[in-house]
T-cell receptor
Framework: GQNIDQPTEMTATEGAIVQINCTYQ??????LFWYQQHAGEAPTFLSY????GLEEKGRFSSFLSRSKGYSYLLLKELQMKDSASYLC?????????????FGRGTSLIVHP | DSGVTQTPKHLITATGQRVTLRCSPR?????VYWYQQSLDQGLQFLIQ???????AKGNILERFSAQQFPDLHSELNLSSLELGDSALYFC?????????????FGPGTRLTVL
């Protein structure tokens, strides 16, 4: 099976930097996704990491360490609109399955 | 707007009933995915179709079935509904069958079983 852990809730101040961590235990690994989901809306794709290291995309960056089963999403220059749930999902299981398993999500609250 | 459409937006029904949820993928996308999101289970992958064929199966109950039609739209059928089936059902699409491809989610169908 697969197990994905991420904090339930985080708070941060507008303009600051926040790091959302995700740890996983899987029998196989193909890649790791991060999605953003505003309340009552559909998830939107943020990033997909396959190899170790940091990938930067504007204000958002995602890091992966496959040996440690660890990833983080880094959000810089926080804006109020960044208040949302951030979902970590791992693709991969026994037999090289590409079926994604999602964490429960981290609810980020950005204060003025 | 992701370009993925889902109907209906809301659905209220009773236990034991059967419903059909519909999804139209983005123009040009061949792959369709169905997800269920409930408060206690989070977002769960149900099933994937690619160009009319089932490609991957997740935690989909036997009471649930899906298909993708020649025009690439997809339907998710839920039967013998139970209270626990109340959830948001999302459809997503991507260009190819590889799950590593960016998926574009529709607005979802909120199902309430009374």
């Amino acid at each position: 099976g697969q197990n994905i852990d991420q904090p339930t809730e985080m708070t941060a101040t507008e303009g600051a930097i926040v790091q959302i961590n995700c740890t996983y235990q899987t029998s196989g690994f193909n890649g790791l996704f991060w999605y953003q989901q505003h309340a009552g809306e559909a998830p939107t794709f943020l990033s997909y990491n396959v190899l170790d290291g940091l990938e930067e995309k504007g204000r958002f960056s995602s890091f992966l360490s496959r040996s440690k089963g660890y990833s983080y999403l880094l959000l810089k220059e926080l804006q109020m609109k960044d208040s949302a749930s951030y979902l970590c999902a791992v693709s991969g299981g026994s037999g090289g399955s590409y079926i994604p398993t999602f964490g429960r999500g981290t609810s980020l609250i950005v204060h003025p | 707007d992701s370009g993925v459409t889902q109907t209906p937006k809301h659905l209220i029904t009773a236990t034991g009933q059967r419903v059909t949820l519909r999804c139209s993928p983005r123009s040009g996308d061949l792959s369709v995915y169905w997800y269920q999101q409930s408060l206690d289970q989070g977002l769960q992958f149900l099933i994937q179709y690619y160009n009319g064929e089932e490609r991957a199966k997740g935690n989909i109950l036997e009471r649930f079935s899906a298909q993708q039609f020649p025009d690439l739209h997809s339907e998710l059928n839920l039967s013998s509904l139970e209270l626990g089936d109340s959830a948001l059902y999302f459809c997503a699409s991507s260009v190819t069958s590889g799950i590593e491809n960016e998926q574009f989610f529709g607005p979802g169908t909120r199902l309430t079983v009374l």
